[in-house]
């Protein structure tokens, strides 16, 4: 397997992990706001939050691995949270998750879309600004190197 394979690999694992910790806290806080009296949820919704965050996960490989320009990556940005959207509100349709018809369970809905994939998005660029950072210092070092090594 490629390097490249496996950082996809464990980027998309790292990502179901994230966003199915994120699904469980906002089906958590969805189910005190609408069922506050409290609510017996089905076995299947577990099921159901894994298949949801692993679809959402694959919304990762809309994003290359090559340079591509600031409006291209904000267009994938824009289109990735566009198949995020889909996915869950999807899901929570096809579930029965919520009442479409309700504009706040769909707002809610809505907002913790926007939490999960705001934080998940914001800790992936982290990783990957670590790695740049990484690559470029160890890039230096090599020059610096064969710099001293060329000289003498």
């Known amino acids: 397997m490629t390097e490249g394979v496996k950082k996809r690999m464990v980027e998309l694992l790292l990502t179901f992990c994230m966003v199915t910790t994120g699904s469980v806290f906002v089906c958590a806080a969805y189910n005190n706001i609408f069922w506050p009296q409290g609510t017996l949820l ?3 919704i577990l099921w159901q939050l894994l298949a949801m965050a ?3 996960s694959l919304g990762n490989f809309i994003h290359p691995y090559r340079e591509i320009s600031r409006r291209r990556a904000t267009f994938n940005k824009g289109l990735h949270y566009v198949y995020i959207n889909v996915v869950v509100l999807g899901c929570g349709y096809g579930f029965g998750w919520m009442d479409i018809e309700n504009i706040c369970m769909f707002a809610a809905m809505v907002m913790g879309i926007l939490i999960v994939f705001a934080i ?6 982290r990783l990957h600004k670590r ?6 210092r160890m890039l230096k070092e090599y ?7 060329s000289q003498q």
């Open 54 to 56: 692993f679809v959402c």
């Open 131 to 136: 790695d740049s950072e990484n690559l470029n």
């Open 143 to 149: 020059q610096q190197a064969a710099g001293k090594a």
């Open 42 to 44: 089905d076995s299947n």
């Open 120 to 125: 998940v998005s914001f800790v992936i660029w």
